[in-house]
């Protein structure tokens, strides 16, 4: 049973930065695909970001390619998204969730964090 635990989310103005970090409670951190994903209340669950046990594999959706960068520590049980240049639009709760399958859709992940509040003003 991972236990994930996002933070680092909070207010922006549009055009900073924020980097939100999740932590794993589970030994074996490292065995799992871990993605970040971002959703609006009233609207289905978006992919951001997802990254290889290794950490050699990431794939970017389109919306964020070139703004957001996945990372992971498994020495530290960390995965983090470093976002930048950020939108109005942007504004979300933004979910860590972790999986044994590589996937981009959130159906192939087990576990998620609770969330953390992203709201970026104009």
């Known amino acids: 049973q991972v236990q994930l635990v996002e933070s680092g989310g909070g207010l922006v103005q549009a055009g900073g930065s924020l980097r939100l970090s999740c932590a794993a409670s589970e030994r074996t951190f490292g065995i799992y695909n871990m993605a970040w994903f971002r959703q609006i209340p009233g609207k289905e669950r978006e992919f951001l970001a997802r990254?290889?046990?290794?950490?050699?594999?990431?794939v970017y959706d389109d919306s964020v390619k070139g703004r957001f960068t996945i990372s992971r520590d498994n020495a530290k049980n960390l995965v983090d998204l470093q976002m930048n240049n950020l939108k109005p639009e942007d504004t979300a709760i933004y979910y860590c969730?972790?999986?044994?399958?590589?996937?981009?859709?959130?159906?192939?992940?087990?576990?998620w964090g609770q969330g953390t509040q992203v709201t970026v003003s104009s």
């Open positions: 969730a972790a999986s044994r399958t590589l996937s981009i859709h959130s159906v192939a992940y087990g576990y």
């Open positions: 990254i290889s046990w290794s950490g050699g594999s990431v």
